[in-house]
């Protein structure tokens, strides 16, 4: 049954499988054929799904747990397509449904499954016309790029993809999770080069209506990714900055120090006409390329990240929204700048660098 009482019917259906069950739209059935991997006590397979409505988009994804002690077996069904709103999950045992946060605990993120996103990303693209990390206006109304934050089942395994940044994280099944108050950490391992293979990730989950790290409850369940907080994806949201007074957006330094460069990413000006141009993947316009420098917060004045020129190298200097240069300050701090130094100093007016708005541009 689901979390809702509607029932599904499993049958032999000639080689294959078919599920049927009801929706708000009628009845609907699928066939699908099975995979099964082994991990220790448990079994899951993950396999195409064929709706009854010619829909080919679905998964099937199908656990069994406890299978050695039939008093404690427990099978769990998942369809979906990626898009949260459409997923159905049926268990053999309603107290799953009622104890689904403690089934987080034993590896179960479905109730966190899909994709993410929060203000600083969103504001990000928005300023940049909606041609950051080189997509069209048109693929983030379409909700067709690589750009945000995803966790998804696939082939038994929990999968995190960063989004921008293009690095991939699995779970690590090894490592027994962790409850703090109402939240959870979870261990994941770099599964491509963006991630560094290996390389251990911790990742909070953190319920609706819980706590998190940050002393804020939300109602939505949230991620939290490095220094960023995530909150569920909307593929609307760009409809909210279909506004000529779109605010500008601000530098995100603690996502910087870790890796996330978006906030930085675009056309930067200064008094004397110089421009700087800032790449997703970390290059300028000139060739040059931009190195993160992690905790430059805590070691300096000012953070910065580290423009890298040949065999030689100089620090930009980042500037918040309202941060003032400890130095003496000549800019506008209403707005986030840029200055590209040796040594730190009470720098001319003429030597900070703005964001190009789009209008600017041309």
């Given amino acids: 049954?689901?979390?809702?009482?509607?029932?599904?019917?499993?049958?032999?259906?000639?080689?294959?499988?078919?599920?049927?069950?009801?929706?708000?739209?009628?009845d609907v059935f699928g066939d699908f054929s099975t995979d099964w991997k082994e991990d220790g006590n448990n079994r899951s397979s993950v396999t195409?799904?064929?709706?009854?409505?010619?829909?080919?988009?679905?998964k099937i994804s199908i656990s069994v747990n406890n299978v050695d002690d039939s008093s404690k077996i427990l099978k769990v069904i998942?369809?979906?397509?990626?898009?949260?709103?459409?997923?159905?999950?049926?268990?053999?045992?309603s107290d799953y449904f009622k104890n689904s946060k403690d089934n987080i605990l034993q590896g179960d993120l479905s109730a966190f499954e899909g994709t993410y996103s929060n203000?600083?990303?969103?504001?990000?693209?928005?300023?940049?016309?909606?041609?950051?990390?080189?997509?069209?206006?048109?693929?983030?109304?379409?909700?067709?790029?690589?750009?945000?934050?995803?966790?998804?089942?696939?082939?038994?395994?929990?999968?995190?993809?960063?989004?921008?940044?293009?690095?991939?994280?699995?779970?690590?099944?090894s490592k027994t999770p962790?409850?703090?108050?109402?939240?959870?950490?979870?261990?994941?391992?770099?599964?491509?080069?963006?991630?560094?293979?290996?390389?251990?990730?911790?990742l909070t989950f953190i319920p609706a209506n819980e706590t998190g790290?940050?002393?804020e409850k939300t109602q939505e369940n949230r991620i939290l990714y490095g220094k960023s907080y995530l909150r569920p994806y909307s593929a609307d949201w760009w409809k909210f900055y279909q506004h000529d007074t779109i605010s500008?957006?601000?530098?995100?330094?603690?996502?910087?120090?870790?890796?996330?460069?978006?906030?930085?990413?675009?056309?930067?000006?200064?008094?004397?006409?110089?421009?700087?141009?800032?790449?997703?993947?970390?290059?300028?316009?000139?060739?040059?390329?931009?190195?993160?420098?992690?905790?430059s917060s805590k070691k300096s004045s000012v953070p910065y990240v580290s423009l890298q020129t040949g065999h030689t190298s100089a620090a930009i200097g980042l500037f918040k929204i309202g941060f003032k240069n400890p130095m003496g300050d000549q800019s506008d701090s209403s707005r986030p700048r840029l200055v590209i130094t040796q040594s730190a100093g009470n720098y001319d007016k003429d030597f900070y660098y703005y964001r190009v708005k789009s209008s600017d541009s041309h």
């Fill in 248 to 295: 500008e957006v601000d530098l995100d330094i603690e996502a910087i120090e870790n890796g996330d460069i978006s906030t930085l990413v675009g056309i930067w000006r200064n008094g004397r006409g110089n421009e700087l141009i800032i790449n997703s993947d970390g290059s300028t316009g000139d060739g040059n390329r931009i190195k993160v420098i992690k905790d």
């Fill in 213 to 215: 790290p940050d002393n």
């Fill in 119 to 173: 203000d600083y990303l969103e504001k990000a693209i928005a300023e940049s016309n909606f041609t950051l990390y080189g997509y069209k206006r048109e693929d983030y109304y379409k909700d067709i790029t690589s750009v945000f934050p995803r966790l998804s089942y696939q082939d038994g395994y929990w999968i995190f993809w960063s989004g921008s940044m293009h690095a991939q994280f699995k779970l690590d099944k």
């Fill in 178 to 202: 962790k409850k703090n108050n109402g939240y959870y950490e979870f261990y994941f391992v770099g599964e491509n080069r963006n991630a560094i293979i290996g390389q251990e990730l911790v």
């Fill in 78 to 93: 998942i369809l979906s397509d990626g898009n949260k709103n459409h997923k159905m999950v049926f268990a053999s045992s």
């Fill in 48 to 58: 195409e799904f064929n709706k009854s409505d010619g829909n080919k988009d679905f």
């Fill in 1 to 26: 049954m689901s979390v809702s009482g509607e029932k599904a019917t499993v049958a032999k259906n000639d080689q294959n499988w078919r599920i049927s069950y009801s929706t708000d739209e009628g």
